[in-house]
């Protein structure tokens, strides 16, 4: 809160906000795992204010200068990632990438196009043919909330939210972190759901707690329609830590398997305390790539989907 209210306005303190949420997400994760109603209560209406901020990004950063684009591009299917995360870096050395839109493409097969809104007061210099860019008005210029002027609807969500910040449980056991999250969610939807744990929990270390703690509370709003299973199986390999989590529900349209990962990108129609924010599946993906691992997702309509983890067993 100190260093928001220190930046007032800007890119740093749109950065800042973002580290925000995803600890926030995550903590009201950890709290509704917990069985701390109180605590993960006060860090939903604390996301809903940080959220209002964000989406803010737009009149913001044309109110200081930049002009907005709308940026279009596809890639092959097989390194999308790659060349997607390339051309952020590429625009966001002159500009902010506000939202990203992928899908895949119907014209072409085997490519994920994209959408990208973009604010710049100029465009990168030698991007590609393939690459499209053309200034948009769709968004009014005029920035109507500054974060000054939000500031004390921010300390007071956070004032609440820290009111009821209390230590949560220290278990040492991750697995049994994430069964407890598993087992809430299900509470929570009203779902009937057993889970079954295969292989060494000793093997999961602190590191995959918050990203396997999403997995499966993931599993259970989305995944599992009214009853059904998930599993989490642990295995090592030489040095490496195979860690998965697969339920036996609904699947996932294979038109957006490509996208699940993507920052912003939610399935579920509204907004509750379990999801609809684009957040859980965007903070696994960027802590397991922190951590040099990788993350693969399977899935077969009808019959269910598996997030697999692959990482050194002693990540850095």
């Known amino acids: 809160m100190a260093q928001l209210r220190a930046v007032e306005d800007g890119p740093q303190a749109r950065k800042l906000l973002d580290t925000l949420f995803r600890s926030v997400h995550n903590l009201k994760a950890r709290a509704s795992a917990n069985g701390l109603t109180a605590l993960a209560t006060a860090a939903h209406e604390f996301e809903n204010v940080l959220h209002m901020l964000r989406k803010d990004a737009v009149q913001q950063s044309l109110a200081e ?17 790659r060349q997607f995360q390339s051309l952020k870096e590429t625009l966001s050395k002159t500009g902010e990438v506000i939202s ?13 196009n994209f959408r990208i809104l973009y604010a710049a007061r100029q465009i990168p210099a030698g991007l590609p043919p ?10 009014t210029a005029t920035a109507t909330n500054t974060f000054k002027q939000q500031m ?23 697995v049994t972190q994430a069964l407890r999250a598993g087992e809430a969610a ?3 939807t009203g779902k009937q759901v057993d889970f ?5 929990p000793a093997l999961v ?9 999403h997995l499966v509370r993931n599993a259970v709003d989305h995944g599992i329609e009214t009853r059904g299973k998930v599993i989490i199986e642990i295995s090592q390999h030489d040095d490496k830590i195979a860690l998965s989590v697969t339920d036996d529900g609904r699947g996932i349209d294979p038109a957006i398997i490509d996208q699940i990962l993507q920052p912003g990108f939610s399935t579920a129609r509204e907004v509750s305390e379990i999801s609809g924010r684009g957040v859980g599946l965007e903070v696994v993906k960027t802590s397991i790539e922190a951590l040099g691992g990788t993350i693969t997702v399977r899935s077969e309509p009808g019959r269910g989907s598996c997030f697999e983890i692959l990482m050194r067993a002693n990540p850095r």
């Not at 990203?100 to 994920?112: D, I, Q, R």
């Not at 004390?152 to 991750?174: N, R, Y």
């Not at 270390?205 to 703690?213: E, R, Y």
Request: no cysteine; glycine share 4%; proline share 5%.
């Open 65 to 81: 200068g930049a002009r907005l684009y709308l940026v279009q591009t596809e890639f092959d299917v097989s390194d999308f990632d």
């Open 100 to 112: 990203t839109e992928p899908g895949m493409s119907k014209e072409h097969a085997g490519k994920v």
């Open 130 to 139: 393939t690459i499209i860019i053309e200034e948009t008005s769709a968004v």
């Open 152 to 174: 004390p609807a921010l300390e007071s969500a956070f004032a609440k939210f820290a009111a009821e910040l209390v230590t949560i449980p220290d278990d040492d056991d991750v």
């Open 186 to 188: 299900a509470k929570a």
């Open 196 to 200: 079954e744990v295969k292989g060494d």
């Open 205 to 213: 270390n602190q590191s995959l707690a918050d990203p396997l703690l």
